[in-house]
């Protein structure tokens, strides 16, 4: 019972619950069947003076859940920076990984919690350390458009032209979600604008139909006649976005015409019924 209360009460972040059962002998270290302790969930839900009380008591940072996930893992995922701050300076190790490899700077860059990766970065956390798929910090960073976090990862030795199993980099992937802010940033550093399997960041920003990206890639040099494999999805990708606009301008002039040719109608038949009821006024 008092193990229960004690992982609601670090839940929910209730202080004097939580001292009233260390003061009573509870043990904080026991683990629930996910593999989830007490500090565990302070941590995930930013209660950093629980946190605090936990490791006067004795906590441990070296438990971990089922898919690998620790103290630190979840307080960075949550972009909780001062709870990082205290699990650090009690052991807990920066190179903490989930089952999948993702590191906490991955999950702390994945969510676009910048003092947190500023944290971790001047802990020793490595900057390409990547998942075990080869996605690094830089290329999810890029994938969900936290701008500022890229440009800490890239002025921090983030490899620019790091490629994941599949062959894409944070340029390829930032150009087919449309993030012009994203791609601006890691253009500073000159980035290359191919992939391993020969496609470009111009191919994912026309196949992504995003025509700001494309214009934007243009100006910096991106080679529209590149003779590879794409050629062909490139040249019908343009063609599709262009179907696109010219649909909707269609649709647009087509609203327009039968919305004053329904007007003139309407005018038409209201100048008729008047003369109408003029006429059988008079007589």
């Not at 990984?97 to 860059?109: E, V």
């Not at 494999?229 to 647009?252: G, P």
């Amino acid at each position: 019972l008092s193990f229960i209360s004690i992982l609601n009460g670090s839940r929910k972040g209730n202080l004097a619950l939580i001292q009233l059962l260390l003061n009573s002998g509870a043990d904080i270290n026991l683990q629930r069947q996910t593999g989830s302790t007490t500090l565990f969930f302070a941590s995930q839900q930013g209660h950093n003076d629980i946190v605090k009380l936990l490791f006067e008591f004795g906590a441990s940072t070296e438990f971990r859940t089922k898919d690998g996930g620790t103290a630190l893992s979840v307080a960075c995922q949550y972009g909780h920076s001062s709870v990082v701050e205290t699990l650090l300076k009690n052991g807990a190790s920066v190179h903490d990984q989930l089952c999948d490899g993702a590191t906490t700077l991955f999950l702390a860059s994945q969510e676009g919690h910048v003092t947190v990766i500023r944290e971790l970065l001047s802990s020793g956390a490595k900057v390409n350390q990547p998942r075990e798929d080869g996605t690094a910090p830089l290329w999810m960073a890029a994938q969900m458009g936290h701008s500022e976090v890229v440009k800490v990862l890239l002025l921090r030795g983030a490899g620019r032209d790091a490629d994941r199993k599949d062959g894409s980099t944070a340029l390829f992937k930032a150009a087919h979600k449309g993030h012009c802010n994203i791609i601006e940033e890691l253009l500073r550093f000159s980035p290359s604008q191919g992939t391993a399997n020969g496609s470009t960041a111009l191919h994912a920003a026309v196949m992504g139909g995003n025509p700001k990206t494309v214009q934007l890639l243009l100006k910096a040099n991106a080679n529209s006649a590149l003779p590879d494999k794409m050629s062909l999805i490139i040249t019908y990708s343009f063609t599709h976005i262009l179907s696109i606009y010219l649909s909707i301008y269609l649709s647009i002039y087509l609203s327009i015409y039968l919305s004053i040719y329904l007007l003139i109608y309407v005018f038409n038949l209201m100048c008729r019924l008047y003369l109408n009821c003029s006429k059988e006024t008079h007589i």
